[in-house]
């Protein structure tokens, strides 16, 4: 759960403004409170960095889209490269259908929609190939092609893993984030909680480092925003 109510690319360039105030300001800060020295910044350089580069969650999900839309590319692929091998099948084996039903005549197109069963289907299929290889290549079935069936199979288990390796790691991915992003706004607001009496007798520096949307000292009870 995140500690703060805007969004990680906010949070993010806050915590890069109050990283640039304090190259001047540290001094002040320093002074009144050991603890908001150098270490402190440190940390905060840090995690601005990597929230900069890392993004918020909408990056995560984005990732995980190029991996479905990965799956789906090569899910087409697969598919076009079936209806090429098609011809050749048939023309080698006219009068076998037992060996046409190995190869997905006539329960190919149950298959075309459905992410797991295509992923089986192209094991099988590269197996059937190896198995058959001499008899398609005696009527001339292009050799690219025949080698294309394992090398689809591959991309399709692959693009399959990458995509729900992903998903698993998402939950993951988004709690460490989220911890690493509040432990970003924690130092932020220790420095904001400073400034209300760093800067006690000058307003404008003090709003330098108030959170975005907040504008008014809260009350004591409240808590500093």
Known sequence: M???NYSDDVLAQYGSNVLSYLEEDLPDFTTFDADLGETKKDQLSELVTWA????????????LGDLTEKLLQEMDNARKLYKQL???VIKS???RKAVQRQFGIGRFKKMVDSQEAMISFFASLKESVADYRAELEAVN???DLLDSIGTQAEAL??????QEKKKGNRTVDTESRVNKLNELYGITRDYNAAAEFVYFDSPAM?????????????????GIE
Do not use: C, H, I, M
């Open 86 to 88: 098609r011809y050749w």
């Open 93 to 95: 084996f006219p009068e």
């Open 206 to 222: 003090r709003d330098r480092y108030r959170p975005p949307g907040t504008s008014e000292p809260a009350d004591a009870d409240e």
């Open 157 to 162: 288990a692959k693009a399959q893993q990458d």
């Open 52 to 63: 900069l580069t890392e993004g918020g969650d909408d990056l995560n999900v984005a990732k």
């Open 2 to 4: 995140r500690d703060y």
């Open 141 to 143: 079935t292009p050799t």
